[in-house]
Every structure is written in structure tokens, then in C-alpha cells.
């Protein structure tokens, strides 16, 4: 796979505090790779960085290989859709997705071509001789991807595109974004803080935190086997609690926590013999009723259920086990919750050594 | 909206009645159709037929004109271009800046004015249009530069990152974006620095020469013979020109200050 945007080491300050740590991080041609994070993570830092807009302090920038670190904005094959837009209020749509072909010196007849195309592209032929203030937000953000997208950049840079969106066109702008990548088969960098947005769209997601990059990975990847609790914590629903490493053998190890039974995981890797780890679930994983299943499930605790609230196409289930904990299951409602269950009741909660995970811990739960 | 104080609303009717009473007694008299300035004898528009054959007002009304474009697009070109410098710069010496800009206008006119004057005579500039000129940009300018600053601070700074990011160098962003945008502003600036150069009267007394009479010096001359109706028809007129010019100043900066904001939010 051919590497489209390279970081190196890449660190940046603003004053005295680290806005990006040392972050390196390979991005491949032709696909949707986001940077997930909180706000203050550093991720719309690292995309003005590939911009132009900054500079970085130390580390090197490659796009295609080449060297941009001293590049300016207006010298990189990289555009930029901004967060609120930044739609020039003085020019009309056309003139607005024209910019860019203008500032190139393309000839008048290219540019209305290639504009008439990208606003049919985006769906907004009707609205060329219109002003931005004239537009609703879905339009502007639209005027915005196709004010970036009509200069056929190596590589869009998308600033929390979604997040001036109502609920209800979020939903439709994704299905558009998505076709508009597939379309155009560019490489598209989505700064986002919204787990779902990521997770829907990202051929490939690294989550960033304090400024640096926790993980890489596919969404599945990134879902299912969280390398560090940061990253388990920051994405989607789950249940943790500490315990050591009592056992190991083969592919299998054993953890240990005061009050509950020996818990069975898949061995990691790095995992070594009594060493402090954070165990991880999520809670779709998790199967709970009043009695252990058989043939039996690899964990088994009991616990006491202390409530249940119901969600639409789902229910959560809250249990408190023995050692004061509380873990929430989530139980599909296409599978009607046992009628015998209700709140105060003694059950069980149980699930496969492989559908655990183990992480280095920090924290105590 | 809950409603004024009785007697707040009387006592600001009557400070604007204060203010206007003069200048609409004047004008009334311009219409008055009698050679003596205070006695009503009738509606009459002979003052102003007088007015526009005299060859001197029309001489002095195009000194004032030319006098007031020029030193307003001087104003304007080195304005836009200071304001510009000064926004992008954070240095130590910025609010000396500041102050040192804005202090011509608080300094008592006269002041200047005599100021000019010798400064003109030690450098040996004849007096004229070129030195009336210099002079009033000695307002015009510190007008200019406050009232682009405080539109340039309007200017959302993304709107230069998305060009920049677009492929436009420092010059095309000046030219495609920074000054369409400040467009109002300096139609707004334009239109009130014309007006205040048309009405001076102090700094040009000071610096004016032979043959470069302005309408205000016109009217200060006249009135040494006596105030006649045709000096209230003059002074009518450039009450009129004046309200137009800052009336207009101030609508322009409205209506486009509202798209721009508009399109912020």
C-alpha cells in the first residue's frame, strides 16, 4: 500500500504547552483515516500542521514522499474543509468553489466546467448565483467539501466536518462524504471527537489524547482489541476491573481479583506472571441469566441485578458483582430479556475467555 | 422594551430640539424672501438662483470638492495600508501607536492648524492646495485607520487561512479577499473623512493660500460684509451635502457589516 501522508516525530507547542507530542503516523492512499480525539487532543493541530497553516517545532512531514515541512499552504496538493466552512461571504458559490482553480490560473473555460461538475457533484447546480448567508448550514458545509474537492488535492483534510450539523443531516452528509471519497478515490483525513462518526467512516482511525496518537487501527481493530484502557474508556461502552496475573499457560491466562472466581482470558502477547492488568468486556459480550448456561460459559460471576433500562432496540442491564463493582450487559431486544429477570434478583453473568480483553493498567477498579 | 421616565423622554427631545433648532432656522431663512435675515416676508428660492450665478461660489464650491477627493483618497490608500500593517503586528510599541494616532483628533484644531502653518513656512512649501491637502489628512487619515481597524478586527481570521490553504500568495489574499471585505469600511471612511474635509474651517484657514479658497473660508469671508440670505442658502446646501455624506457613511456600514456578520454566525 502506497504511503500518502507521512508524519514523522512530529511535535508542535503553542506557548508552553505540547499541542502535538512526537507523532508519527502513516497514511495510505486512497483511504478514509480519521483522528479521533477529545477536544484539546492536539488532532486539529496535526491537521493544520499537514495544512501549511502551522509549522512543527521538531519531526518531518512527507506528502508523496516529498519533504513539506517548510512548504507553504498554497505550494501543498492539500486542501482543507474548515469547521465553520469559512466560506468567503463576499463571493458567490460559483466564485467560491472557483477560488482555488483561479488562484492555479486555470482558463475560464475549465474552471466553469469543472465547477458545474463538482456543484452537481455536491447537489447544488440550482444555487451558483447565491451567497453563503443565503445557504442553509447543510448547503455551506457542502459548498465547503466542494470548494476543496474541485482542485483535485492528493489529500482532503476534514475539520470536525459534521460538527455544525443537526442530527438528522449528519446522517445524510455521511452517506454523502463516504460517496464522494469513494468517487473521487482521494485520500480523506477527518479530524472528528464523535466515536460514531469515526468508527462509520474510517477505513483506518488513530485516537489521540493529550497531544499523542494511543492507537492505530481499523475501527474493528480499534473496537474490539484497545491496546491501552485510554482507548478502551474513550470508545464505546465497557466493563473493567483490576486484577493479576495469576496463571499462564499456552495461549491462555488466568486473573485473579479479591471476591470473584479466577477469570480465564486470552493470553496477550506481553502479559507476564503477576503483573497488575486491567481486564476488559464489553457489554454486548457478556450473557446473563438467573443460572449458569449450560454447556458452561469460561467465566461465570454472580451478582445481583440493580436495575434495567430500556432503550429502544436494546436493554442494559446494570449488575453489581461481589467485589463492588457494577457492569452494565447489553441485551439485544430481538432476543426477548428471560421474563423471569427483574431488579433485586440473583444472577449470573457470563461469558468466553475470547471475547475479553486484557490491558496494561494505570488506573484501579 | 419597558418604557422610559416621562421625564427622560422630554429631556431628550428637548436636547435634540436644542441641537437642530439653529441649523433648521437657518434653513428656513434661506427660503426667506427678504434682504434683512431675521424678518418672514415670504417663500422664495431667489437666494439660491443668486448663489448659483455667483462665479466665486462656484469657484470655491470645486476648490472644496477637489480639495476633499484628493485628501480623502490619499487618506484611504495610506489608511487601508496602515490599518492593515498595524492589525498584523503585536509589537511593544503597538499602543504608543495607538495613542499617538488618535491624538490629532483630540488636539485643539487651532493647535494644528498653527502647527501646519509654520511648518509649512519653515519648509518652504507655498501655501495652497497642496498644503490644505496635507493638512486635512492630518484628520482624515487617523479617521481612516480606526474605523478599517475596527472592521479588520470583524474579519474572521480563517477566511485568510482557507485562501492561504487554497492556493492564494499574501498579495492575492490582500487583493481577492482582505479588501473586498473591507469594502464597506472604506466607502463608510471614504464618505464621512470627504464630508469632515469639505466642512473644515480652522486647519484651512490656517494653510490656505491665494486662489485656493474653500467654501467654508467663502462663507467666513462673506459674513464680514454682513450675513445675507444667500450666505444661509450656501450653509443649507452643505448642511444637506454633510448629512448626506455621514448619513450615507453610517447606512453603508450597516448593510454590509449585517452580511458579514450574517454569515458568521
Not at chain 1, 497531544?211 to 474513550?234: C, D, H, N, W
Amino acid at each position: 500500500m502506497e504511503i500518502c501522508v507521512k508524519l514523522d516525530r512530529v511535535s508542535k507547542h503553542h506557548g508552553a504547552t505540547v499541542a502535538v507530542d512526537q507523532v508519527s503516523l502513516e497514511v495510505r492512499r486512497g483511504e478514509f483515516f480519521s483522528l479521533l480525539g477529545p477536544s484539546g487532543s492536539g488532532k486539529t493541530t496535526l491537521l493544520r500542521l499537514i495544512a501549511g497553516l502551522d509549522y512543527p517545532d521538531k519531526g518531518q512531514i512527507y506528502i508523496q514522499q516529498t519533504l513539506v515541512n517548510a512548504l507553504p499552504p498554497d505550494k501543498r496538493p492539500v486542501n482543507l474543509v474548515f469547521q465553520h466552512y469559512a466560506l468567503f461571504p463576499h463571493l458567490t458559490v460559483f466564485d467560491n468553489v472557483a477560488f482555488g482553480l483561479k488562484m492555479r490560473g486555470e482558463s475560464r473555460g475549465k474552471i466553469q466546467s469543472a465547477v458545474g461538475n463538482m456543484l452537481e457533484m455536491v447537489r447544488l447546480q440550482g444555487k451558483a448565483q447565491r451567497f453563503p448567508n443565503e445557504l442553509s448550514g447543510g448547503e455551506q458545509q457542502r459548498v465547503a467539501l466542494a470548494r476543496a474537492l474541485v482542485n483535485e488535492p492528493v489529500v482532503v483534510l476534514l475539520d470536525e466536518p459534521m460538527a455544525a450539523l443537526d442530527q438528522e443531516l449528519r446522517q445524510n452528509m455521511h452517506e454523502e462524504l463516504k460517496r464522494l471519497q469513494q468517487e473521487l478515490q482521494a485520500t480523506f483525513i477527518c479530524v472528528t471527537h464523535q466515536q460514531d462518526e469515526a468508527l462509520m467512516l474510517s477505513d483506518r482511525l488513530a485516537v489521540m489524547s493529550g497531544g499523542s496518537v494511543l492507537q492505530v487501527g481499523t475501527p474493528q481493530e480499534i473496537y474490539r482489541s484497545p491496546q491501552s484502557f485510554a482507548v478502551a474508556k474513550f470508545i464505546g461502552l465497557s466493563n473493567f476491573a483490576t486484577g493479576t496475573v495469576v496463571r499462564m499457560e499456552n495461549e491462555i491466562c488466568w486473573v485473579h481479583r479479591e471476591g470473584l472466581p479466577p477469570l480465564k482470558f486470552l493470553r496477550p502477547v506481553s502479559a507476564r506472571a503477576s503483573e497488575l492488568v486491567t481486564i476488559m468486556i464489553r457489554p454486548e459480550r457478556l450473557v446473563l441469566d438467573a443460572e449458569p448456561i449450560r454447556p458452561a460459559y469460561d467465566n461465570v460471576i454472580p451478582g445481583t441485578l440493580e436495575k434495567i433500562v430500556f432503550n429502544g432496540g436494546e436493554t442494559l442491564c446494570y449488575v453489581r458483582l461481589p467485589t463492588d463493582l457494577t457492569w452494565v450487559i447489553r441485551v439485544s431486544n430481538t432476543t426477548a430479556l428471560p421474563s423471569s429477570l427483574c431488579a433485586g434478583q440473583r444472577v449470573h453473568v457470563q461469558w468466553q475467555a475470547a471475547d475479553g480483553g486484557i490491558l496494561p493498567t494505570h488506573v484501579s477498579l | 422594551m419597558s418604557r422610559l421616565p416621562r421625564v427622560l423622554i422630554w429631556s431628550s427631545a428637548a436636547v435634540v430640539l436644542f441641537l437642530y433648532i439653529p441649523i433648521l432656522v437657518l434653513i428656513v431663512l434661506s427660503f426667506n424672501d427678504s434682504h434683512m435675515g431675521a424678518v418672514w416676508k415670504g417663500f422664495s428660492l431667489r437666494w439660491y438662483d443668486k448663489l448659483i450665478h455667483n462665479p466665486a461660489f462656484f469657484e470655491a464650491m470645486l476648490n472644496s470638492v477637489l480639495i476633499a477627493a484628493v485628501s480623502t483618497g490619499m487618506s484611504l490608500i495610506f489608511g487601508v495600508g496602515a490599518a492593515i500593517g498595524l492589525e498584523g503586528n503585536r509589537g511593544r510599541l503597538l499602543p504608543f501607536i495607538n495613542m499617538g494616532l488618535v491624538l490629532p483628533l483630540v488636539i485643539p484644531e487651532i493647535l494644528l492648524g498653527v502647527a501646519l502653518l509654520m511648518m509649512f513656512v519653515l519648509l518652504q512649501i507655498p501655501l495652497g492646495f497642496v498644503t490644505i491637502i496635507l493638512g486635512h489628512s492630518v484628520f482624515s487619515l487617523p479617521l481612516t485607520i480606526v474605523m478599517i481597524r475596527a472592521r479588520l478586527r470583524k474579519l474572521d481570521p480563517t477566511w485568510e487561512d482557507a485562501a492561504r490553504d487554497l492556493g492564494a500568495n499574501s498579495w492575492d489574499v490582500l487583493r481577492h479577499i482582505t479588501l473586498p471585505l473591507l469594502k464597506p469600511a472604506m466607502v463608510g471612511a471614504a464618505l464621512l473623512t470627504f464630508t469632515v474635509s469639505l466642512d473644515d474651517f480652522v486647519i484651512t484657514f490656517f494653510v490656505a493660500g491665494p486662489g485656493s479658497t474653500t467654501l467654508p473660508l467663502k462663507v467666513f469671508s462673506m459674513i464680514k460684509t454682513g450675513v445675507t440670505p444667500e450666505i444661509n442658502a450656501l450653509s443649507a446646501l452643505l448642511v444637506l451635502v454633510s448629512i448626506l455624506g455621514v448619513g450615507g457613511s453610517w447606512f453603508y456600514q450597516q448593510r454590509s457589516g449585517r452580511v458579514v456578520t450574517q454569515s458568521l454566525s
